[in-house]
């Protein structure tokens, strides 16, 4: 085991990297006993307040709403310095202040909750100072934990309408004053207080804890002990390793950045000592972490917000999710593999890799709570809320099963510290969209922009496409993933339902690429972050990181021209065929990218690849005939150049021998 202790990242360096590319991470460790107690009892208490919600139920909607913003600004205050190079032991006056007047707007809540819902619309001064305060404290919340990108489109929006009414053409509207505007954001639960937040307050917070909870428990080195311990003899077995891991763990804790940098510490230097380059092993490790969140059951948490949004069932969401989800890794795991036959690149010798038995017996049982979880949101029909409350309790139940896992008193109350504190950049992030949303929804932007779609791309789905991919991908670039689905789901996929298509299928389009903005240049933020542990180039390591995810950019326009790539619709065995040939498909990709299947490939055979895997991975009969006949050419022709290779080493062989 020594190759693979060898190869784990330093802590520095993961701290650094996440500082750096993560503002989420660039949080206070308190020093002072007393006020570290004092933060961490107020983080417990909101964790227990939610669970209590969960079981008992909350408040009315505007005063739970409030409350849940309330301390998670108070604690983003509290956690995150005013600048980079604030201090990070102890948090400054003003910082407590701040958190004293973020605790304001909600006491104001409910003092005032009658006058406040009779008031609407007409609100009166005190009404107008609190708004105002909100806005300030969300937006300054919101600069802290997720850094300029995210406040300043709230700025703009907020500017928007106030002077929109000053703008020609589609996005000109009515305008409105401050006083309605702010108004509208503070009191309706259609602006800060609106679905963002409701879906943070309820089923965000409660996955975020469950996370914390299996990474306690130890679920975090389960996963890569068992890919090892599958993948790590194979060819290439690293790479494999990296995206089995992170693919699992990036579902459960929808932290793309993070996830590169955790899994990626102990994943790349194996990658590299493997013989992959730098910027390809990089790639890997971005890839797959950015595609958790596309993986079912969990998503991320992002399954549960489309559920709210559409208003369907979440069940509904997750099935559909799956094969195109599938599609994406194993489109990684080809290009892996292919690279690694055509480098002749190998796997870790087995006698230093754990074996598959006996990482089951030591913590298989940690695979209890995921199992009862795809049980109570599929086939118990109890709440997704009451779901995730039960299935914390099990994982401490099964934690307890191996003295090694057994999470103790001290344990359970980290695991609900840590859930609130990664809980904050999320629940600030969910306010500020609330703003954006909220001006969206009065001013109609979200029509506007869905109209000017439509006319680029005229009378051509195909370019309407095109430009709502390249909209979802300029929204999504620096955003944490759930504000980037939110932002992304208001001002693009109304674009996709104008033209008829099933809003199921156009949000998960735009969820596609508006998580995809993590991989792509200019702004890279997964791939840069991967660059910094592999030392390889961040733009290469980025356009790699394209390449590897090539299968990804394909399949959302696939599902919208016939949706049967989403099992909607399909009987078991149109489903097993859609499923059959969508999997050659992005094989024969990995293969076309690569230049190399079962020997060299040639431009001609490299475009005839392409071909057959677009044409397979197209769910339509006939083109899948077609495609099947162009993959059997390409086949048959890298068997006879494999042969001709085989014969030309043997008679080399036998010159060296004589």
Same mark, same amino acid.
């Given at each position: 085991?020594?190759?693979?202790?060898?190869?784990?990242?330093s802590?520095?360096?993961?701290?650094?990297?996440l500082?750096?590319?993560?503002?989420?991470?660039?949080?206070?460790?308190?020093?002072?006993?007393?006020?570290?107690?004092?933060?961490?009892?107020f983080?417990?208490?909101?964790?227990?307040?939610?669970?209590?919600?969960?079981?008992?139920?909350?408040?009315?909607?505007?005063?739970?709403?409030?409350?849940h913003?309330?301390?998670?600004?108070?604690?983003?205050?509290?956690?995150?310095p005013?600048?980079?190079?604030?201090?990070?032991?102890?948090?400054?006056?003003?910082?407590?202040?701040?958190?004293?007047?973020?605790?304001?707007?909600?006491?104001?809540?409910?003092?005032?909750?009658?006058?406040?819902?009779?008031?609407?619309?007409?609100?009166?001064?005190?009404?107008?100072?609190?708004?105002?305060?909100?806005?300030?404290?969300?937006?300054?919340?919101?600069?802290?934990?997720?850094?300029w990108?995210?406040?300043?489109?709230?700025?703009?929006?907020?500017?928007?309408?106030?002077?929109?009414?000053?703008?020609?053409?589609?996005?000109?509207?009515?305008?409105?004053?401050?006083?309605?505007?702010?108004?509208?954001?503070?009191?309706?639960?259609?602006?800060?207080?609106g679905?963002?937040?409701?879906?943070?307050?309820s089923?965000?917070?409660?996955?975020?804890?469950?996370?914390?909870?299996?990474?306690?428990?130890?679920?975090?080195?389960?996963?890569?002990?068992? #890919?090892?311990?599958?993948a790590?003899?194979?060819?290439?077995?690293?790479?494999?390793?990296?995206?089995?891991a992170?693919?699992?763990?990036?579902?459960?804790?929808?932290?793309?950045v993070?996830?590169?940098?955790?899994?990626?510490?102990?994943?790349?230097?194996?990658?590299?000592?493997?013989?992959?380059?730098?910027?390809?092993?990089?790639?890997?490790?971005?890839?797959a972490?950015?595609?958790?969140?596309?993986?079912?059951?969990?998503?991320?948490a992002a399954?549960?917000?489309?559920?709210?949004?559409?208003?369907?069932?979440?069940?509904?969401?997750?099935?559909a999710?799956?094969?195109?989800?599938?599609?994406?890794?194993?489109?990684?795991?080809?290009?892996?593999? &292919?690279?690694?036959?055509k480098?002749?690149?190998?796997?870790?010798?087995?006698?230093?890799?754990?074996?598959?038995?006996?990482?089951?017996?030591?913590?298989?049982?940690?695979l209890?709570?995921?199992?009862?979880?795809?049980?109570?949101?599929?086939?118990?029909?109890?709440?997704?809320?009451?779901?995730?409350?039960m299935?914390i309790?099990?994982?401490?139940?099964?934690?307890?099963?191996?003295?090694?896992?057994?999470?103790?008193?001290?344990?359970? #109350?980290?695991?609900?510290?840590?859930?609130?504190?990664?809980m904050?950049?999320?629940?600030?992030?969910?306010?500020?969209?609330?703003?954006?949303?909220?001006?969206?929804? &009065?001013?109609?932007?979200?029509?506007?922009?869905?109209?000017?779609?439509v006319?680029?791309?005229?009378?051509?789905l195909?370019?309407?496409?095109?430009?709502?991919?390249?909209?979802?991908?300029?929204?999504?670039?620096?955003?944490p993933?759930?504000?980037?689905?939110?932002?992304?789901?208001?001002?693009?996929?109304? #674009?996709?339902v104008?033209?008829?298509?099933?809003?199921?299928?156009?949000?998960?389009?735009?969820?596609?690429?508006a998580?995809?903005?993590? &991989?792509?240049?200019?702004?890279?933020?997964?791939?840069?972050?991967?660059?910094?542990?592999s030392?390889?180039s961040?733009?290469?390591?980025?356009?790699?990181?394209?390449?590897?995810?090539?299968?990804?950019?394909?399949?959302?326009f696939?599902?919208?021209?016939?949706?049967?790539?989403?099992?909607?619709?399909t009987?078991?065995?149109?489903?097993?065929?859609?499923?059959?040939?969508?999997?050659?498909?992005?094989?024969?990709?990995?293969?076309?990218?690569?230049?190399?299947?079962l020997?060299?490939?040639?431009?001609?055979?490299?475009?005839?690849?392409?071909?057959?895997?677009?044409?397979?991975?197209?769910?339509?009969?006939?083109?899948?005939?077609l495609?099947?006949?162009?993959?059997?050419?390409?086949?048959?022709?890298?068997?006879?150049?494999?042969k001709?290779?085989?014969? #030309?080493?043997?008679?080399?062989?036998?010159?060296?021998?004589?």
């Amino acid at each position: 085991m020594s190759d693979i202790q060898d190869a784990a990242g330093s802590q520095d360096l993961q701290k650094k990297l996440l500082e750096e590319y993560d503002s989420e991470s660039r949080y206070r460790v308190f020093g002072g006993k007393i006020s570290a107690i004092a933060v961490k009892a107020f983080a417990i208490l909101v964790a227990l307040y939610h669970l209590y919600g969960a079981v008992l139920g909350t408040p009315v909607t505007l005063k739970h709403r409030s409350l849940h913003v309330a301390m998670v600004l108070a604690l983003g205050f509290l956690f995150y310095p005013f600048r980079k190079k604030g201090s990070r032991d102890k948090a400054a006056w003003y910082d407590i202040v701040l958190a004293m007047l973020a605790l304001a707007t909600t006491v104001y809540v409910f003092v005032e909750y009658l006058g406040l819902v009779s008031r609407a619309g007409m609100p009166n001064g005190f009404d107008l100072v609190f708004a105002a305060l909100l806005i300030a404290l969300v937006l300054e919340g919101a600069r802290r934990v997720t850094g300029w990108a995210l406040p300043a489109l709230g700025v703009a929006f907020i500017l928007y309408a106030l002077f929109g009414r000053s703008l020609p053409g589609f996005f000109g509207h009515r305008g409105y004053s401050w006083a309605d505007l702010s108004s509208f954001l503070f009191i309706s639960t259609d602006g800060i207080y609106g679905t963002a937040v409701g879906v943070s307050a309820s089923y965000i917070y409660l996955f975020i804890l469950f996370g914390a909870f299996m990474e306690k428990s130890g679920m975090g080195r389960f996963f890569n002990d068992m #890919a090892l311990a599958l993948a790590g003899h194979a060819k290439g077995g690293p790479a494999k390793v990296a995206v089995i891991a992170s693919g699992f763990l990036g579902s459960i804790n929808g932290a793309a950045v993070a996830n590169v940098v955790t899994t990626g510490a102990f994943t790349i230097p194996l990658m590299k000592k493997t013989g992959y380059d730098k910027d390809f092993a990089g790639a890997v490790e971005a890839s797959a972490s950015v595609g958790g969140q596309l993986l079912p059951p969990i998503m991320g948490a992002a399954a549960f917000i489309m559920a709210e949004v559409l208003g369907i069932q979440y069940k509904t969401i997750a099935v559909a999710a799956i094969l195109p989800a599938l599609l994406y890794y194993i489109g990684i795991i080809a290009q892996v593999h &292919i690279r690694a036959k055509k480098c002749g690149l190998e796997g870790i010798a087995r006698e230093n890799l754990p074996k598959v038995w006996d990482v089951l017996k030591e913590r298989g049982h940690l695979l209890l709570p995921l199992a009862f979880l795809v049980v109570m949101l599929f086939a118990s029909g109890k709440t997704v809320i009451f779901s995730a409350f039960m299935t914390i309790l099990v994982t401490v139940a099964a934690s307890m099963l191996r003295k090694s896992t057994r999470m103790s008193l001290k344990d359970v #109350a980290d695991a609900l510290f840590e859930g609130t504190r990664s809980m904050i950049p999320v629940a600030i992030a969910c306010a500020s969209v609330g703003i954006i949303i909220g001006v969206a929804s &009065i001013t109609g932007f979200g029509l506007s922009m869905a109209s000017a779609i439509v006319a680029l791309g005229g009378k051509s789905l195909f370019l309407t496409l095109v430009f709502t991919m390249v909209a979802c991908m300029i929204l999504g670039m620096g955003l944490p993933s759930i504000p980037a689905y939110l932002i992304t789901a208001t001002m693009a996929a109304p #674009a996709l339902v104008r033209l008829g298509i099933d809003p199921l299928v156009s949000h998960l389009f735009v969820f596609y690429f508006a998580m995809f903005a993590n &991989i792509t240049p200019p702004v890279a933020l997964a791939s840069f972050a991967a660059a910094g542990i592999s030392g390889g180039s961040p733009m290469r390591t980025g356009f790699a990181s394209l390449k590897l995810s090539l299968a990804g950019f394909i399949v959302p326009f696939m599902f919208i021209y016939n949706d049967s790539l989403l099992l909607r619709g399909t009987d078991f065995w149109s489903g097993a065929l859609v499923m059959l040939t969508s999997i050659v498909g992005v094989v024969m990709l990995g293969g076309a990218v690569e230049g190399y299947l079962l020997s060299r490939m040639g431009l001609i055979q490299r475009a005839l690849s392409l071909a057959g895997a677009i044409l397979l991975m197209t769910p339509n009969k006939s083109q899948d005939l077609l495609g099947a006949a162009v993959v059997a050419l390409v086949v048959v022709l890298q068997l006879l150049l494999a042969k001709k290779a085989r014969a #030309a080493e043997a008679c080399e062989d036998t010159v060296s021998a004589s």
